[in-house]
């Protein structure tokens, strides 16, 4: 059974509390307690009425109208709020691009034979992005059509004459037609980064809904560099197909040498996973069981996607991982990593692996990854973890009892494949019949983070139980399908708890038809933060079976307990996309009530897509299938 929420303000995660029990008891500081120091939180910040981007400031415009009414250069808090949430996008997509980049530099090095542990994993996939492209497939090596792929990616990033290939070619006909009116379309994903910090910088862009275009722009790269991530791990590492796994602190082994893999991006994590069992030899020679390997954030959907490994916890709880005690090692790669967690793996003896020279952390040990020496680097990481399990083999650990079965890895060729059983020539028609009668009232994303401004993953479970009994089909991604997957909603044996009746008997035609002797999970783990793009994917198909755009389909996007910058561009591409969009968390854009009724108001007479800001779970469930009920209504549903 799923479990309730639990009445603690940090955490409804039982084996998070119980952490933060031991935490307590010896002395440990940990992230709710940075929190607690932090209060009174800066009330000019919340609003975004807080610029330092000269060295004038910092300015502060007072929200009640009594102190200050513009910033020293004469910003208004129109402007000061619009730059801030520019900025804002902007962090975000470099973040994702990056991740992309990385991606496409790894696949050159594939192609061209310089990275020896890689390999093309789908060469269909392969070729059909290059089709999508507008690459030549026919009569060409997979390597030769791989390498143009990664230079078509690595070109998307510089401006350009052409429009960004992964944005401009993953939307319906109509959204490009929409984008490329509004002057939305990117000309180059680095491009429109820099176009934004020139933009904010003193004394440059003062309007505040010309600053809130060019910032949708900026969103609509993000959408490019997540797409072009999932498009080339996907080649490189393989499409996942829905994988039996476990989520929680109970993955950890006493008796293992157990590693934990944190981050984002599976260039390394795959690496580790595919020589683990190489390893356990030395595991075992040590004294251990062997080598347990299991995720954290988006690396861990990453490696349970493609692999089955268990995933650990997520987001804010990572500290809690290495209170266990048992940890042997946490190896990073970039991206919501606390710094914290070297300080208190110094209370373990637990080392913290850095792996990239963006991502250092002082007193961590560092050993700098490349595609080149993968296995090599990897053997130098299992040598420190069983070290490290050595030394504290006899020492009592403190592993929770607790974990969740999971079925995770629908992709959406995964997702169109399980429809295909029901009907093999028209797969998507099975998905769009139950829309239109109602047994699927309609799709909510689940996106992003945790955020400790809230109890763990209480505003994700209050509103996905509102809405699956309601029907509603729940997709979740990075580290929303992470918070749902803990409290047992991507378990099959769940369904009865957690869904009405139209959409239990949808999952459990689905499930059936595919030999699983009983329903698909409630929520369907799509994968990790990049890949929200599956959840483009999905709705740009069912708005062209449709013949409609995104902006018409009862489709919605929630970002429960946003906390990353990234979750900033990833909703404002859901919002260019034209979908309605949940934010459980304030938005630093209150102090503006121009950009506050731009974003939740007036854009949806230009995108079709607008923000939903609610703090309050069950009011935003509501506002959610009201929003889906518009759009069935649209489409005379």
Sequence with gaps: MPRKELSSDKSTDPAVLQMLAKAGKNNITTVWDRYEAMKPQCGFGDTGLCCRHCLQGPCRIDPFGEGPKEGICGASADVMVARGLDRAI???????????????????????????DYSIKEAEKLKSVAARLGIAVNDRSDNDIAKDVAKAALADFHEKDTPVLWAATVVTPARAKLLGDLGLVPKGIDHEISEIMHRTLYGVDADPVNLLLA?????????????????????????????????????????AVNIAMHGHNPVLSDVIVSLAEKANAKAVEAGASGINIVGICCTGSEIMMRHGIPSCTHSVSQEMAIVTGALDAMVVDYQCIMPSVVSVAECFATPVITTMDLCKITNAVHIEFNEEMAAEKAD???????????????RTVDIPDIKSNVIAGFSVEAIVGALSKLNETDPLKPLVDNIKSGNIRGVCLFAGCNNVKVAQDKNFTIIARILLKNNVLVIATGCGAGALMRHGFTDPSNVDDLCGDGLKAVLTAIGEANGLGGPLPPVLHLGSCVDNSRAVALAVAVANYL??????LPVVASAAEAVSEKAVSIGAYAVAAGLPTHVGVMLPVTGSALVTQILTEKIKDVTGGYFIVDLDPESAAQKLLAAIDERRAGLGL
Excluded: W
């Design 380 to 394: 130098e990481i299992f040598d420190i973890a069983i070290k490290s399990f050595k030394r504290r083999k006899n």
């Design 215 to 255: 910032g949708l722009r900026c969103a609509v790269a993000d959408l490019a560099s997540c797409y072009m991530g999932t498009d080339l791990a996907d080649i490189l590492f393989g499409i996942p197909q829905p994988k039996t796994s476990t989520a929680n602190m109970g993955v950890l082994k006493a008796d």
């Design 547 to 552: 013949g409609v755009d995104t902006d018409r």
């Design 90 to 116: 902007a962090a975000g997509t470099a973040a994702h691009s990056g991740h992309a980049r990385h991606l496409a530099h790894t696949l050159l090095k594939t192609a061209n034979g310089q990275a020896k």
